[in-house]
């Protein structure tokens, strides 16, 4: 499967529909495509939506739904697929810090794929040489054109051949397309524990949506926890019972001495420095492993609806 192509087709959607979704059309340096999701243009619930299908490669589908009343009384992110190695590693996971003078972003989306920057391609053995590439970038700015051309050349790819959708993570479409990162959360945890992810057949996760929060600090602070707290994941796989039992306490984010308060707190005494943080915390609350082998289902963690209400601002 042609991951990039994939997603040209939903970019088309963007195109037709830019004035419905609240988004906006430009260039960089006349040549590179731009969708602006949340930047300058206002963006929207449904662009994030899109987005976060984007990010897939279509090959997940993303939705929002209501969600629990006892876990948050608002709105909710499900995403579903039957591809989410492909989907969530090869595509969706944000793997690539892009930085530029004045410039940050984290990147996701086919064209990291194209790139083949990570050594987790090199694990799940994966990689495309497409004419054209998609990128998603979760950043506060636009892409500059030194930005642009950078990208286009670590893609192996023409400038007029890069289309990348830009929002920040304080706007209505960041705020979906992180929310809808459940199952690739799950996933990107049990390869950091050394399980075969072609055992994962299909995944299924739901996220509380998070309030749009006022700057983009207080946004990571708000995502992370929508996922480490509310977030509930199911994997359908094959594999051993025993095997099961023995990885899947450690996959939610309670194996982590740091679970248990607002990821803002954490995220500060860190000193804003994500690699300072326990790396088994990134995971969502509650994962359930269904057993193809044995028709057995595990669940695994807790959701904290007291740390959600701290999080969100709940008056």
Known sequence: MNLNQRALVLCREFLNRAAELRVRLLKVGDRARVIDCGIEAPG?????????????????????????????????????????????????????????????????GPMRAAANREKIFEAIGYSERPEAVVGVLETRALPTPAVAAQLAEACGVKLDDLVLLVAPTASQAGTVQIAARSVETSLHKLFELGFDLDRVESGYGVT????????????????????????????????????????????????????????????????????????????????????????????FGRVAPDVLARSFGVA
């Open 44 to 108: 929207g619930l449904e662009a994030g939506r899109l987005l976060a299908e984007v990010c897939l490669a279509g090959l997940g589908r993303v939705k929002i739904v209501p969600g629990r009343a006892d876990v948050w009384p608002g709105p909710a992110v499900q995403v579903e697929t039957d591809h989410p190695v492909a989907a969530c590693m090869a595509s969706q996971y944000a793997g690539w810090e892009i930085k530029g003078e004045g410039f940050f972003a984290m990147g996701s």
């Open 208 to 299: 509380p949506l998070p309030p749009v929060a006022a700057n983009d600090l207080e946004g990571i602070g708000r995502t992370n926890d929508a996922i480490l707290y509310g977030a509930e994941v199911t994997l359908f796989v094959r594999a051993d019972d025993e095997r099961l039992l023995e990885i899947g306490p450690k996959v939610p984010s309670n194996s982590s001495p740091d679970h248990g308060e607002p990821f803002a707190a954490i995220f500060a005494r860190a000193g804003n420095d994500f690699y300072k943080i326990d790396p088994h915390l990134f995971s969502p609350a509650v994962v359930r492993l269904v057993n193809l082998q044995s028709g057995k289902t595990f669940q």
